[in-house]
Structure formats: structure tokens, C-alpha cells
């Protein structure tokens, strides 16, 4: 992978080293934290299933349904079908997975895998 993205506020940087000794707005510990995703052409957010076309765009907005209040990207690939990653549940949204309740996850609702 040529870029290196920060899952909280979606900045670029072209090496790991440059990601992890700059400061972060945004990341509760004030680091970049690593985005393990793969760079596609859509993302979305883990917590409500909402598409952003950027990691920028997708970070700058706030979540109704994270617990930090900021949405978090979702770090798989886009695929048919999504499981929950608590009961093993098939959704073939992420806007469908995350807007029902999951009897096994500790947030009570489903969480994708990747
Ligand atoms: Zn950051
Ligand atoms: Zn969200
Ligand atoms: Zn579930």
C-alpha cells in the first residue's frame, strides 16, 4: 500500500514512520492511529453504516451511534454480504447490520467483521 491513513481524522501520509511521529487532532490519545484498511473508493462507518468517498470526509462528520460521537471507518473490504462479528449474523448492508440489536455484542448492537 502506497499511502498511510489516519482512522480519526483521514490525513495521508506517504510513510508509517511520518503517520505515527506527527500529532492528531483528533485521536484521543493525540496520535494517528493507522488505518489497516484497504484504500477503496468508498468507506464506511462501523458503527451506522454510513458511505463517505474519503477517510477525511468520514472522520470530519459526527456518528449518533459511536460511543466516541465520530464515525469510525469500517476497515474490511466492500462485500455482498456483511457478518456480525458477535453472533455471526448476515446483513448485506452495513446500514442494515448496525441498525439492529445483537443479543451478544457489549454495545447491544451488531458489530461488522472484516
Ligand atoms: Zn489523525
Ligand atoms: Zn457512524
Ligand atoms: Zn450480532
Redesign the pocket.
Known sequence: MANFYCKCCGKKYSSLTQLTSCSCSMSSTRKHVLYEGPEQTNYYCECCGKKYSSLTQLTSCSCSKSSTGKHIPYEGSEKSQYL?K??G?KYSSLTQLTSSS?S??PAGR?SPAK
Open positions: 456480525c458477535y453472533c449474523k445483537c451478544k455484542s451488531h
